[in-house]
């Protein structure tokens, strides 16, 4: 019956929009839905209503600043279960869950930092071969399909191969908007973008791992492959901004701006004495342990060599206040956080091998939210040496902005149920929707365990 669940979409996005300016007033369950074309259910948009409650939930969690990952990254209490509402002996929950590679039989109940992949451009992309099933080919597809020329790689495809297809279609030649728009790039499937997680529970089902006996396809392991989406994204951007939120300062632009960030007069006076010499800074970790001499004015005069006075001890104020981006009002796209990245992960970037990424997941594991707040805990606790922290600090961040849930709202009685994926950005202060779809149709994400207790409660 295609055409009676196209209806029940397009209803149920009718219903969200009508709702959704209504819902920031705490109105929630107080609505009825009153469009003539709308075939949904009650129970239904009771459970839609329910869902988008517990995205509502977790972007106000995030709309006072800053949260440390202990409280959204797995938290039971904060996001399973939520009771919502209740109406007509009905209790209304919602949970919010995602892939836990630690554990494929459980989800965890949280959200997921989108800094903690790789964006998916046209450099990185090229990090991910041999990985999530990339092959050579796949990664030359993906590449024209995101660079802006039209020259086709050695195994790519370009804008005559989409024109070739029936219907045809661009490349987009630029950064992609969804993970989803992966599906249309030559070579692409679903295996290859969301890997055996069919459902996208972030659980390994029965059928996710019987091979071909039922769909999908996959390896018979006990392995959960969340495909190139569990480690690559389109969402991840940050502003080039200090912790308090005010524009870092260009290293190699106005000198007096240098003067007022209050850095050791050492410092300052080495950066002057650098940049007099015609020379410039390629990334403010370059000032880590560095030291110079200026050149003599005659051949009898021996000049000191001088130092930038930046080591441990000092290296994360360096790193908050300047920066080498001339423009900063664009924001820095495809950083990776150091504290949130998997291993899996950290090990694919640039200058890290499987021993540096693992020693890193070691070290964060106990160190505090304050400790974290900058990237220079790898060298405060001795994970890397100066040389190798800047070879890597350049695509590293210990911030995110952007996080994507999977939240499921339900009737724990009647099992009526809603899910929907969403990405949320808090770059700009306020929490800021950037993608959001409505994944009820692959069916109940998570059983429907609500302590009986409160049902009992209810009567
Ligand atoms: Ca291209
Ligand atoms: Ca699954
Ligand atoms: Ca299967």
């Known amino acids: ?55 509502n939930e977790a972007m106000a969690m995030f709309n006072s ?131 055996e997680d069919f459902n996208l529970n972030g659980v390994l089902d029965s059928n996710e791992f019987d091979g071909d006996d039922s769909f999908p396809p996959d390896d018979r392991n006990d392995v959960l492959d969340t495909g190139l989406a569990g480690i690559a994204t389109v969402n991840a951007w940050e502003y080039d901004v200090d912790s308090q939120g005010r524009p870092r300062v260009n290293i190699n632009g106005d000198v007096a701006e240098l003067e007022n960030l209050g850095l050791p007069q050492e410092t300052v006076d080495f950066i002057l004495a650098y ?22 004015p005659s051949q009898n005069l021996e000049i000191e060599e001088i130092s930038s006075g930046v080591d441990e001890s000092n290296l994360a104020q360096v790193l908050d206040v300047l920066t080498v981006r001339t423009s900063g009002r664009q924001p820095i796209r495809g950083l990776v956080n150091i504290n949130t990245a998997p291993q899996r992960v950290l090990r694919l970037l640039k200058g890290f091998d499987d021993d540096l990424a693992g020693r890193i997941v070691d070290a964060r594991r106990d160190l505090s939210s304050d400790k974290k707040s900058s990237i220079a805990w790898l060298v405060e606790e001795n994970v890397v040496d100066f040389e190798k922290f800047k070879e890597i600090a350049p695509v590293l961040t210990a911030r995110s902005f952007q996080f994507r849930l999977r939240c499921v709202g339900f009737g724990a009685k009647t099992g009526s149920f809603c899910a929907i994926e969403a990405v949320f950005d808090v770059s700009q202060g306020r929490p800021r929707l950037v993608y959001m779809r409505d994944i009820s149709r692959l069916g109940l994400p998570v059983a429907i365990d609500v302590d009986q207790e409160m049902l009992g409660a209810m009567r």
């Open 1 to 55: 019956m295609p055409l009676r669940r196209h209806g029940t979409i397009i209803s149920a996005v009718l219903i969200v929009c009508a709702i959704a300016a209504m819902l920031a007033a705490g109105v929630l369950f107080a609505i009825r839905a009153q469009t003539s074309s709308v075939t949904a259910s009650r129970s239904g948009s009771h459970a839609y209503l329910a869902a988008w409650s517990g995205l």
């Open 275 to 296: 940049r007099q010499a015609g020379k410039t800074f390629s990334h403010p970790s370059q000032l880590l342990g560095m030291t110079y001499r200026p050149e003599s």
């Open 65 to 195: 600043g800053d949260v440390p990952v202990a409280e959204w990254y797995d938290n039971p209490q904060l996001f399973q279960n939520r009771l919502v509402a209740v109406e007509d002996g009905e209790a209304w929950c919602f949970t919010i869950y995602a892939h836990n590679p630690l554990d494929n039989s459980q989800p965890r109940f949280g959200l997921t930092d989108e800094a903690s992949k790789i964006l998916l451009d046209d450099e990185s992309a090229k990090l991910l071969i041999g990985e999530a099933n990339m092959t050579d080919e796949l990664v030359d597809c993906l590449v024209d399909y995101l660079d802006e020329d039209d020259e086709t790689s050695a195994v790519g495809a370009e804008r005559d191969y989409y024109a070739s297809l029936e219907p045809p279609y661009l490349p987009r030649n630029g950064p992609l908007e969804t993970v989803e728009e992966l599906l249309l790039i030559k070579g692409f499937s679903g295996r290859i973008v969301f890997g």
